[in-house]
């Protein structure tokens, strides 16, 4: 019985290490491999369809694949029918593998003739491994 006990000890010692180690890994901030801007100007007569499939692909996006880190857009005040999407992946793999997803397909296609302009910016961030509270 001793034995037994201990052995419970053990390894319940080493799940709750390993746990400890998991939780920090997931702490340690992403060094992102893909960072862009897409700017993009939307037919205004089309404008609260193409917000409704860019919300639906976005939040697709974001819970369903790791490797998408962030994609945030925001639209001009000015001019709402120009955005920008800030675009943040993993790796370029990542990125590749988002482009053939179910749910950024359905985005592409369902707003294609919406779209007026597509401009695809490539960057280098300033501070890579500053995580986006």
Not at 21 to 44: E, G
Not at 53 to 80: D, M, N, Q, R
């Amino acid at each position: 019985m001793r034995t037994f006990n201990f052995a419970i000890r053990i390894f319940c010692t080493a799940c709750l290490a390993t746990a400890l180690v998991a939780c920090k890994a997931d702490r340690t901030p992403q060094m992102p491999k893909k960072v862009r801007l897409a700017k993009v100007v939307v037919d205004s007569t089309q404008l609260e369809n193409y917000k409704a499939f860019l919300k639906e692909e976005i939040e697709a996006s974001v819970s369903k694949e790791p490797g998408v880190l962030t994609l945030y857009a925001v639209f001009e005040k000015e001019k709402p029918t120009h955005l920008t999407i800030l675009e943040i992946y993993a790796t370029e793999a990542a990125y590749q593998s988002h482009l053939k997803t179910t749910h950024f397909l359905k985005y592409k296609n369902g707003t294609m003739n919406m779209v007026k302009n597509l401009e695809l910016i490539e960057t280098d961030p300033l501070i890579p491994a500053l995580k986006i509270k």
